[in-house]
């Protein structure tokens, strides 16, 4: 895994993080209405995950993969197409809504959260340290 592409995925884990994070504080406080600046992070958080995996699709084409355990083919599952379903469904979710779209977002969110993750571990390797030390260098 590059550089770039490491610490891309790290942004998009910590994203999906701080839209969760957000949109609890959100509930928490029984807004109705999506902040415009929740709805930036969101449209950001989106769009990187297609870079990340444009990216991806690259790395493969000249040839890098993934090495590790045996389910390290699972990375690019992991890593793109379900997250990329999760949030579109997010999205679907929150323009059913009238009020209190960041629901919507929350679960995409979260579920795109763990499968970003997950993609990651495929990666890096499962303990905390392990990630923890491929995350940051």
Same mark, same amino acid.
């Given at each position: 895994?590059?550089?770039?592409?490491?610490?891309?995925?790290?942004?998009?884990?910590?994203?999906?993080?701080?839209?969760?994070?957000?949109?609890?504080?959100?509930? *928490?406080?029984?807004?109705?209405?999506?902040?415009? &600046?929740?709805?930036?992070?969101?449209?950001?958080?989106?769009?990187?995950?297609?870079?990340?995996?444009?990216?991806?699709? @690259?790395?493969?084409?000249? &040839?890098?993969?993934? *090495?590790?355990?045996?389910?390290?083919?699972?990375?690019?599952?992991?890593?793109?197409?379900?997250?990329?379903?999760?949030?579109?469904? &997010?999205?679907?979710?929150?323009?059913?809504?009238?009020?209190?779209?960041?629901?919507?977002?929350?679960? @995409?969110?979260?579920?795109?959260?763990?499968?970003?993750?997950?993609? *990651?571990?495929?990666?890096?390797? *499962? @303990?905390?340290?392990?990630?923890?030390?491929?995350?940051?260098?």
């Amino acid at each position: 895994m590059t550089v770039a592409h490491r610490w891309l995925g790290t942004v998009i884990v910590l994203m999906f993080v701080a839209t969760m994070v957000w949109s609890l504080l959100l509930l *928490v406080l029984r807004r109705g209405e999506t902040p415009l &600046g929740m709805r930036a992070l969101q449209h950001w958080t989106e769009n990187l995950l297609v870079v990340q995996t444009v990216f991806g699709i @690259g790395l493969l084409l000249v &040839g890098r993969r993934v *090495v590790g355990p045996a389910d390290a083919w699972l990375h690019s599952l992991y890593g793109s197409l379900f997250p990329l379903v999760a949030v579109i469904g &997010g999205r679907l979710a929150a323009l059913r809504r009238e009020t209190r779209q960041y629901i919507g977002f929350a679960w @995409g969110a979260f579920f795109a959260f763990g499968l970003t993750l997950r993609a *990651v571990q495929t990666a890096c390797g *499962v @303990g905390l340290a392990e990630l923890a030390s491929c995350m940051v260098r």
